[in-house]
Nanobody, 122 residues
Framework: VQLVESGGGLVQPGGSLRLSCAAS????????MGWFRQIPGKEREGVAS???????IYADSVKGRFTISQDRTRNTLYLQMNSLKPEDTAMYYC??????????????????WGQGTQVTVS
């Protein structure tokens, strides 16, 4: 089981980025998945979560700006981030929860994690 994030980088406020999470070992769209972010010294924060049926939830801080989606043909999870703000700066992680059925923004819900991709808005 492996999750590999990509797509992070440096972007100006108001800009956009799309993060990708390539999965191996299971099928995207068959398990609960999510995006989290973390800055040094703070707890990992849930950003968005999606269940196999396609329903999604978002943290209040990103609603209307971020969109989580899953592509079964590419076995990849995405996070489209628009109208980025300096406070969105963090390391972003994707995660999977094969042992659960509902979505969650609690990091303890998730079993498998990627290594992260840095997003800097400045």
């Amino acid at each position: 089981v492996q999750l590999v994030e990509s797509g992070g980088g440096l972007v100006q406020p108001g800009g956009s980025l799309r993060l990708s999470c390539a999965a191996s070992g299971y099928t995207v769209g068959s398990t609960v998945m999510g995006w989290f972010r973390q800055i040094p010294g703070k707890e990992r924060e849930g950003v968005a979560s999606i269940i196999p049926a396609g329903r999604t939830i978002y943290a209040d801080s990103v609603k209307g700006r971020f969109t989580i989606s899953q592509d079964r043909t590419r076995n990849t999870l995405y996070l489209q981030m628009n109208s980025l703000k300096p406070e969105d700066t963090a390391m972003y992680y994707c995660a999977a929860s094969p042992s659960h059925y509902g979505f969650s923004l609690d990091h303890r819900w998730y079993d498998d994690w990627g290594q992260g991709t840095q997003v800097t808005v400045s």
